[in-house]
């Protein structure tokens, strides 16, 4: 089983963002957009779900949008965060952490 998860520190004040809305969207080959998870981090700005990944959805892309503005509601620059990637093997461990701020974010890929 697939195991997909990421985790939002807040760098203004160090503090874990917890109850971000997070959507993942599936993108076949003929690039069609399907939601494909739709939850909140926890209380330790943690997302953590196990997936069982079909043929398909290991050969599709994904976009996980990540819904700062309701986070950061005052002086918010940038509303939502969009990040592309791929899930190819049905075992493996998929986090993408994230710093986040009002102005800006740093991701990485996480083994």
Same mark, same amino acid.
């Given at each position: 089983?697939? !195991?997909?998860?990421?985790?939002?520190? $807040? #760098?203004?004040?160090? #503090?874990?963002?917890?109850?971000? $809305?997070?959507?993942?969207?599936?993108?076949?080959?003929?690039?069609?957009?399907?939601?494909?998870? =739709?939850?909140?981090?926890?209380?330790?700005?943690?997302?953590?779900?196990?997936?069982?990944? #079909?043929?398909?959805?290991?050969? #599709?892309?994904?976009?996980?949008?990540?819904?700062?503005?309701?986070?950061?509601?005052?002086? $918010? !620059?940038?509303?939502?965060?969009?990040? =592309?990637?791929?899930? =190819?093997?049905?075992?493996? =461990?998929?986090? !993408?952490?994230?710093?986040?701020?009002?102005?800006?974010?740093?991701?990485?890929?996480?083994?």
């Amino acid at each position: 089983m697939a !195991i997909f998860s990421t985790h939002l520190l $807040n #760098s203004v004040d160090g #503090s874990h963002a917890n109850n971000v $809305n997070i959507e993942i969207h599936k993108i076949d080959k003929n690039n069609y957009k399907s939601l494909f998870l =739709k939850e909140c981090t926890d209380e330790n700005g943690r997302l953590l779900k196990e997936l069982n990944l #079909s043929k398909e959805d290991c050969e #599709s892309n994904y976009e996980m949008l990540i819904d700062i503005g309701n986070y950061f509601k005052n002086d $918010n !620059i940038i509303s939502e965060i969009s990040i =592309k990637f791929k899930m =190819k093997d049905t075992e493996k =461990k998929y986090h !993408i952490p994230l710093i986040i701020s009002p102005h800006g974010y740093s991701v990485w890929w996480s083994k």
